[in-house]
């Protein structure tokens, strides 16, 4: 279980912020008391018991993306402050103080092990002794089921056998929201219904899920025994094997194209796929990869990050709008996260999914 | 605030119903989703970084609270309330992003807090005259991101870089470690947008100089948000550099790198990045140098041919004072960790307390302030450390940066005070100036007088003039209304 360590969050509560610039939550509120430090400070007031759990403690707390852009200048190697922040605010659940807007949410998902109520979008596909578990996540199956759909496209041109199964939620919700029991409870019955179907490779376009399988399950006992893939590595795996050939024209375009990636915060800064999604990219006929003004580790949150844009659904719309400023115009926008094209497509930009574009241009 | 918190230095607050008034009548100017009350946001803004406040929040203790926080997002709005701060008699902290180091931003005797953080454009940027308008309340390390994606460089780069505002530079006289190239953010400030107390806004003019009587606009630099509210300023800025030199030159003794430094101001030079360290700070630093030598860390930048020929003009001047050259590695480790403060947050924990006086001198006594300023802090009882280095040079003098680590036990407020005593006793003593970029906040307010002579007396006069209600950041710059803070 995660627990809050004391020293690495007065590292945090002591400096004078140095990493604030890279927090896009202090940057689209200017409110000191969610700047990292801030947090930081009332966390660790709270953990001293200087100060007591309030609804305005936690939501100030809570304001955090766990995007890691604090991370980009931390001058402690071990400090991870959105863990912090998170183990921290967990008693504040036993205390009775909730975060804004989520209990018809934390309701969903101990009733439907989904954040987002029954599902309706499930899309079970199965072949014998499959090699490979598709892992779609909450948000795919609830918002995108093209970007499923797109995935599952891909594996049978590749000549995956693959299988994608009645999911329940990874578990991460549960533990944002401060209920670690339901948390585990979740990550139990993945592993068993995970172990079931005999796959050895478990592939997740969820980077949400992806971190949790990896950087939670075995703090909760449930370590899984499949190698965890994200989707651009594996995608480009198959890319690199030759199952993927990407030389289609797409009929609706000139022969060039613009394209730029954002970058979600997981996968550059936790797993650091910064050059896979951008190899897959630039495999595709025609297309030219533009950056934008903030790529790679030091990509910026879209605003969806932690659950965060069910608490706090104005901010995220900040953010979002202050991230697509950063990308130059007249390109199409392609990310590799459901919470990213989410976050970004509620604010007007289309955009799509890695695998969706992939899709589009493999035999 | 809950009672586990106890508040130090509050001097006194605003009553309750003259506060709702200001409260209500501040909603219509900014918005009632502009204003806060929330223990949160009030917590958030009692402090800075003054190690005075980071010891008392080890002990659970706050400085003062203010009662109200708002976020104006246009100067219209800031003159609005600070009109309505008057006429109410409320007191008004200006607030940026925290790093000031003397506690500018206590909240003293309550009231509001104006956190001007949504004040963050770019306003225009000029590439004919190389200017840019930029409102005060923009994170420094995003300005010069911006810049760059224009091509230009806004020259200052602070060790606050990235915790620290465009207005909080301006209120404090600023100065960026590539300060001997671009200058302090004084030499930046073309022209100022301000607002005084009684809500007038006044603008001058972005035109390279004037004699048109004194640049009033200029009167807000460095006042620390107690003349009134610097909402946006026209800055300077400069082509990102064709060329960059990096290198490092050790000199047996401080004096000789001093000397060569001298030197090289004389014929001309303007390295970007001038710092000369003890040997102490130089063994810190660079551990492959070893601490008995002084390294001098030098970059040069601009046009190439411009750099060339500096770079040459500095080699002859270090060479003729017996330095040895070190190469460019060690400048291109200090770029690297120029911004790492973490030793500060890790020796807190430790009980230390640790604090740097940053002071500035003429050449003829830039090394006897070095060596009085040391000895005093050394000679304070439970001192570890008083290690120093110069790092913005200017062709009459240089800024000395002194640090100072002590384990006084309990009693670390008085420490601290003693600490600060001695460095000021010895610096005044010196002929030195008190203070070269950090500012005056709170604490350095007692030496103020000292430091001015017959000159604070004006500034008293400034201050009654334009604040007659004193509303604006009560007890800073030494300008009075401060009981329970003392030497």
């Known amino acids: 279980m995660g627990q809050v360590n004391m020293e690495q969050l007065l590292n945090c509560a002591y400096c004078p912020n140095m990493c604030r610039n890279e927090c896009p939550v202090v940057q689209a509120l200017g409110r000191e008391a969610v700047a990292p430090s801030g947090k930081a400070r009332t966390a660790a007031l709270i953990g001293q018991g200087y100060l007591e759990w309030s609804e305005e403690m936690l939501e100030a707390v809570a304001n955090c993306l766990a995007c890691r852009g604090c991370t980009i200048h931390c001058p402690f190697d071990e400090l991870n402050l959105c863990d912090e922040l998170l183990f921290s605010r967990i008693p504040a659940r036993n205390k009775g103080v909730s975060l804004p807007g989520i209990e018809p949410y934390l309701n969903n998902l101990r009733k439907y092990s989904s954040p987002y109520g029954q599902k309706t979008g499930s899309v079970i596909k199965r072949h014998q002794d499959p090699e490979v578990l598709v892992f779609n996540g909450c948000t795919s199956l609830a918002n995108n089921p093209a970007s499923i759909e797109a995935a599952a496209s891909l594996l049978e041109k590749a000549g995956v056998s693959f299988c994608m199964i009645e999911e329940d939620c990874c578990g991460y919700p549960a533990e944002a929201w401060g209920d670690l029991e339901l948390a585990c409870q979740l990550a139990c019955e993945n592993k068993r219904k995970f172990t079931e179907t005999g796959a050895s490779i478990l592939v997740t376009n969820c980077p949400e899920c992806w971190s949790v399988f990896n950087n939670r399950y075995p703090g909760w006992e449930q370590t899984l025994p499949l190698q965890i893939m994200d989707g651009p590595s594996y995608f480009l795996q198959l890319i690199r094997e030759g199952r993927l050939k990407p030389d289609l024209e797409d009929p609706g375009a000139g022969n060039e194209f613009k394209v730029s990636y954002h970058d979600p915060c997981i996968w550059a800064r936790t797993a650091e796929k910064i050059d896979e999604p951008r190899e897959i990219l630039r495999s595709i006929p025609g297309l030219l990869l533009k950056e934008p003004a903030a790529f790679g580790t030091g990509t910026r949150c879209c605003g969806g990050g932690s659950m965060f844009q069910l608490s706090f659904p104005g901010t995220a719309s900040a953010i979002a709008r202050r991230r697509l400023d950063e990308f130059p115009g007249n390109t199409s926008i392609v990310t590799a996260c459901p919470f990213c094209r989410e976050g970004l497509l509620q604010n007007g930009y289309p955009v799509k999914e890695l695998v969706e574009l992939l899709d589009q241009y493999c035999k | ?487």
Request: glycine share 10%; aromatic share 8%.
């Open chain 2, 1 to 487: 605030m809950d009672d586990l918190m106890q508040t130090v230095l509050q001097e006194s607050r605003v009553e309750q119903s003259r506060l709702e008034r200001y409260t209500r009548e501040a909603a219509l100017i900014v918005g009632e989703e502009n204003l806060s009350d929330s223990k949160a946001d009030l917590l958030a803004t009692c402090r800075d970084y003054w190690p005075v406040t980071t010891v008392w929040m080890g002990e659970g203790k706050i400085p003062a609270l203010p009662q109200l926080v708002v976020w104006p997002h246009k100067t219209e709005e800031v003159a609005g309330l600070l009109a309505l701060a008057e006429k109410e008699n409320i007191p008004v902290t200006p607030y940026g992003e925290g790093s000031g180091a003397l506690g500018g931003v206590i909240p003293l005797k309550g009231g509001i807090t104006i956190d001007l953080k949504k004040m963050n454009r770019v306003r225009w940027l000029d590439e004919k005259n190389l200017l840019v308008n930029v409102e005060s309340g923009l994170n420094g390390a995003l300005y010069e991101e911006q810049l760059n994606r224009a091509g230009y460089t806004g020259g200052h780069f602070p060790q606050s870089l990235r915790c620290s505002t465009v207005g909080g530079w301006l209120s404090c006289r600023a100065a960026g470690q590539f300060s001997t190239r671009y200058g302090k953010i004084e030499d930046m400030a073309v022209a100022l947008e301000a607002v005084l107390p009684d809500g007038t806004i006044f603008e001058g003019k972005g035109v390279p100089r004037t004699a048109t009587g004194p640049r009033v606009d200029h009167l807000m630099l460095g006042s620390e948000g107690t003349l009134g509210i610097i909402t946006a300023a026209t800055l300077r800025i400069w082509p990102l550099p064709e060329k960059r030199h990096l290198v490092t030159y050790t000199f047996d003794k401080l004096e000789d790198g001093l000397e060569a430094i001298r030197l090289f101001m004389r014929a001309g030079t303007r390295p970007a990045v001038v710092r000369l360290y003890d040997p102490q700070e130089t063994g810190n630093h660079f551990p492959e140098l070893g601490d008995q030598v002084c390294a001098l860390v030098l970059l040069v930048e601009g046009a190439q041919k411009i750099v060339e020929a500096e770079a040459s003009v500095i080699e002859d001047c270090t060479r003729s004072l017996g330095a040895k050259n070190a190469g460019p590695e060690h400048v291109e480790h200090w770029l690297e960790k120029r911004f790492n403060i973490s030793v500060a947050s890790m020796l807190f924990q430790k009980g230390a307390v640790l604090d740097t006086i940053e002071v500035t001198t003429n050449w003829h006594n830039a090394h006897s302030t070095y060596r009085a300023m040391q000895e005093a802090l050394i000679g304070v009882e439970s001192t570890m450390l008083a290690s120093g280095h110069y790092s913005h040079v200017y062709p009459e003098g240089a800024a000395l940066y002194m640090t100072t680590v002590g384990f006084p036990g309990e009693d670390k407020v008085s420490y601290y005070k003693k600490i600060w005593q001695a460095a000021m006793d010895a610096c005044l003593a010196q002929g030195a100036a008190i203070s070269h970029h950090h500012g005056v906040g709170l604490h350095r307010g007692n030496w103020m007088a000292e430091e001015h002579g017959a000159g604070f007396f004006v500034l008293q006069k400034i201050k009654s003039a334009l604040d007659p209600n004193r509303v604006m950041n009560p007890g800073k710059l030494g300008l009075g209304e401060v009981q329970k803070w003392a030497r």
